[in-house]
């Protein structure tokens, strides 16, 4: 299994996707999961119950994706913010997909349909990054650039780093 963390932009679904896709394997994503979980998007559970409960239903999910996903995981970008994942990634490869602010900025669209970035998400964003980075740096064991790069060229860094 191969996991993919990273702020919100760095491309996880769009490079997991292609992954899996080179790989033969399944591609998962928490935040995926949580919404089927959930039963509505992640937008609604922030404002019906709240991060608190947003996180509770995060650690459920990134734990039963462990331990049931063969293939290429994508985590939420806050998903490391809980010791439990943390921990929990020790003994995978886990690929930090790092990303600075212009790119990231350009990617999420303004924040849209992320609840975290709903007000001022230029500013909001380059916090989140600035909490995160130790974070994703602790849990990685291998970290591949994003900014400018093709997904092709970003799959094609990625591939030799897993142990098959």
Same mark, same amino acid.
């Given at each position: 299994?191969?996991?993919?963390? %990273? =702020?919100? %932009?760095?491309?996880?679904?769009?490079?997991?996707?292609?992954?899996?896709? @080179?790989?033969?394997?399944?591609?998962?994503?928490?935040?995926?999961?949580?919404?089927?979980?959930?039963?509505?998007?992640?937008?609604?559970?922030?404002?019906?119950?709240?991060?608190?409960?947003?996180?509770?239903?995060?650690?459920?999910?990134? =734990?039963?994706?462990?331990?049931?996903?063969?293939?290429?995981?994508?985590?939420?970008?806050?998903?490391?913010? @809980?010791?439990?994942?943390?921990?929990?990634?020790?003994?995978?490869?886990?690929?930090?997909?790092?990303?600075?602010?212009?790119?990231?900025?350009?990617?999420?669209?303004?924040? =849209?349909?992320?609840?975290?970035?709903?007000?001022?998400?230029?500013?909001?964003?380059?916090?989140?990054?600035?909490?995160?980075?130790?974070?994703?740096?602790?849990?990685?064991?291998?970290?591949? =650039?994003?900014? %400018?790069?093709?997904?092709?060229?970003?799959?094609?860094?990625?591939?030799?780093?897993?142990?098959?």
């Amino acid at each position: 299994m191969c996991v993919l963390v %990273g =702020a919100p %932009g760095a491309g996880k679904t769009t490079i997991g996707n292609a992954l899996a896709a @080179a790989l033969g394997v399944e591609f998962r994503d928490t935040d995926q999961d949580i919404e089927r979980m959930a039963g509505k998007p992640i937008p609604e559970i922030f404002v019906d119950e709240g991060e608190a409960h947003f996180r509770t239903l995060e650690r459920a999910a990134v =734990a039963a994706a462990l331990a049931s996903c063969p293939g290429v995981l994508a985590l939420g970008g806050g998903a490391i913010l @809980a010791e439990e994942n943390r921990v929990a990634l020790v003994g995978h490869t886990v690929v930090h997909l790092s990303v600075e602010l212009v790119d990231a900025v350009k990617r999420v669209d303004l924040g =849209a349909g992320r609840p975290l970035l709903a007000i001022n998400p230029r500013a909001t964003l380059r916090y989140l990054m600035e909490q995160r980075r130790p974070l994703y740096e602790e849990v990685a064991t291998a970290t591949v =650039a994003t900014d %400018g790069r093709t997904r092709e060229e970003i799959v094609a860094d990625i591939l030799p780093l897993l142990v098959r």
